[in-house]
């Protein structure tokens, strides 16, 4: 089975600045992806990343990236220029890669506060 | 497109009653999953389906859960008798098996459910 840690259950960041939400993981699979969520109060579930788990570069999506660490199973989100709108729940999740489609497994996610 | 449909958005019953939640998945696409988060135990998976057959209910809690998907375009989750400890916001996703967009899951806004 696998299991998804973030072992930040909250953090804040001045706007503008940047910071850095840690997640790692645990799988015998070797092909698999990643996926960082954002849950803001309206409670809808945004993707905000992903990363298969066979590619060595490190996805990026505007200010979003990640550092993915195959060997260390680490999986961190940087946000880079934090906005107001960027406070919300960030959930990191992992999918096994299958035939069909598989289920996520999440992480208990990190309560992000971005301070004006 | 209009995205995962999920209704009612808000159910307050109490206890003892029969729920029904319903979900219409992105029309075209084969798999659908039902997601359970609360305070305690985070985002969890209850089941899910591929092309509308049940792959995986080890995540209903008990035989006072049930779920169904009679056709591509619906699907249920039923409690009955409804506890307390059922409160909680329930998620459908689905995604498609095809394409660049294979293995992404879209989220329906959810349905919060208390049960006094």
């Known amino acids: 089975a696998q299991t998804v840690t973030q072992s930040q259950p909250e953090m804040s960041v001045q706007e503008a600045e940047t910071v850095t939400l840690s997640c790692t993981y645990d799988t015998s699979e070797s092909n698999y992806y990643l996926f960082w969520y954002k849950q803001p109060p309206s409670r809808q579930m945004i993707l905000v990343i992903r990363?298969?788990?066979?590619?060595?570069q490190n996805a990026t999506e505007n200010r979003f990236s990640v550092n993915f660490q195959k060997a260390a199973k680490s999986f961190s989100l940087k946000i880079s220029d934090s906005q107001l709108g960027d406070t919300a729940m960030y959930f990191c999740?992992?999918?096994?890669?299958?035939?069909?489609?598989?289920?996520?497994?999440f992480g208990k996610g990190t309560r992000l506060s971005v301070i004006a | 497109d209009a995205g995962v449909i999920q209704s009612p958005r808000h159910e307050v019953t109490e206890m003892g009653q029969e729920v029904t939640l319903r979900c219409k998945p992105i029309s075209g696409h084969n798999s659908l999953f039902w997601y359970r988060q609360t305070m305690m135990r985070g985002l969890e998976l209850l089941i899910y389906f591929n092309n509308n057959v049940p792959i995986d209910d080890s995540g209903m809690p008990e035989d006072r859960f049930s779920a169904k998907m009679p056709n591509a375009s619906f699907s249920t989750l039923k409690i009955q008798p409804s506890e307390p400890r059922d409160s909680a916001v329930y998620f459908c996703?689905?995604?498609?098996?095809?394409?660049?967009?294979?293995?992404?899951?879209?989220f329906g806004p959810g349905t919060r459910l208390t049960v006094l």
């Open positions: 999740a992992f999918m096994k890669h299958d035939s069909g489609n598989t289920p996520l497994v």
């Open positions: 990363q298969e788990a066979y590619k060595q």
């Open positions: 996703a689905s995604s498609s098996g095809a394409g660049a967009l294979y293995n992404e899951q879209f």
